[in-house]
């Protein structure tokens, strides 16, 4: 059983930054794409931000695209997203999500992690 643990959330003024980490446990880590979401209070889940197993293929929503950077260690099991030039609009919860392939662009999932709360302040 895969188990995905995120970390590195908390409250940041507006331009500010914050590193995200989600480590995941098993032996599935290096042969799977990784991926970022986040959902904000009353809203519906958002893709954030994809990378695939190997990392040479990233890709991100227009909405964070230039600001976020993601990337991945699979030494270490454990998938990273840079967030910088925060705004007050990014704040919510957010989640990595384990791919059921290599593949980045394929929106397929077998693991969602618990999530980490990121607040921005104005």
């Known amino acids: 059983q895969v188990r995905l643990v995120e970390s590195g959330g908390g409250l940041v003024q507006a331009g500010g930054s914050l590193r995200l980490s989600c480590a995941a446990s098993?032996?599935?880590?290096?042969?799977?794409?990784m991926f970022w979401f986040r959902q904000a209070p009353g809203k519906e889940r958002e893709f954030v931000a994809a990378i695939s197993a190997s990392g040479g293929t990233t890709y991100y929503a227009d909405s964070v695209k230039g600001r976020f950077t993601i990337s991945r260690d699979n030494a270490k099991n454990t998938v990273y997203l840079q967030m910088d030039i925060l705004k007050p609009e990014d704040t919510a919860v957010y989640y990595c999500?384990?791919?059921?392939?290599?593949?980045?662009?394929?929106?397929?999932?077998?693991?969602w992690g618990q999530g980490t709360q990121v607040t921005v302040s104005s």
């Open positions: 098993g032996p599935t880590f290096s042969s799977a794409a």
């Open positions: 999500a384990q791919g059921m392939s290599r593949n980045a662009y394929a929106r397929s999932y077998a693991y």
